[in-house]
């Protein structure tokens, strides 16, 4: 069973930054591809970005790419999703999520993390 646990959220005003990690245990699953996802109050929950096992392929919802860098470090089970010039919309709860397939990480993964809040101020 892979477990993933998030760290990293916080309060930051427009403009800042956050880095929130992503720590994969398992045997197998820290070889999963890893993506995140985020849910603001009231909407759904939508794609963020992902990243290959070997951490070579990465993928960006539009609305975050040019911002928002996804990487991981395998020697220590992690995976990163630093986020540069926040703004307000992107204030949500932020899980990440692994599967075997890089294509179902990026829609239906099958395991998740318990989120952590991250809340971007005007």
């Known amino acids: 069973q892979a477990q993933l646990v998030e760290s990293g959220g916080g309060l930051v005003q427009t403009g800042g930054s956050l880095r929130l990690s992503c720590a994969v245990s398992g045997r197998t699953h820290n070889n999963y591809p890893v993506g995140w996802f985020r849910q603001a109050p009231g909407k759904e929950r939508r794609f963020v970005a992902a990243i290959s096992w070997s951490g070579i392929s990465t993928y960006y919802a539009d609305s975050v790419k040019g911002r928002f860098t996804i990487s991981r470090d395998k020697s220590k089970n992690t995976v990163f999703l630093q986020m540069d010039s926040l703004e307000p919309e992107d204030t949500a709860v932020y899980y990440c999520?692994?599967?075997?397939?890089?294509?179902?990480?990026?829609?239906?993964?099958?395991?998740w993390g318990q989120g952590t809040q991250v809340t971007v101020s005007s």
């Open positions: 999520a692994a599967d075997p397939s890089m294509t179902r990480v990026q829609s239906t993964p099958g395991y």
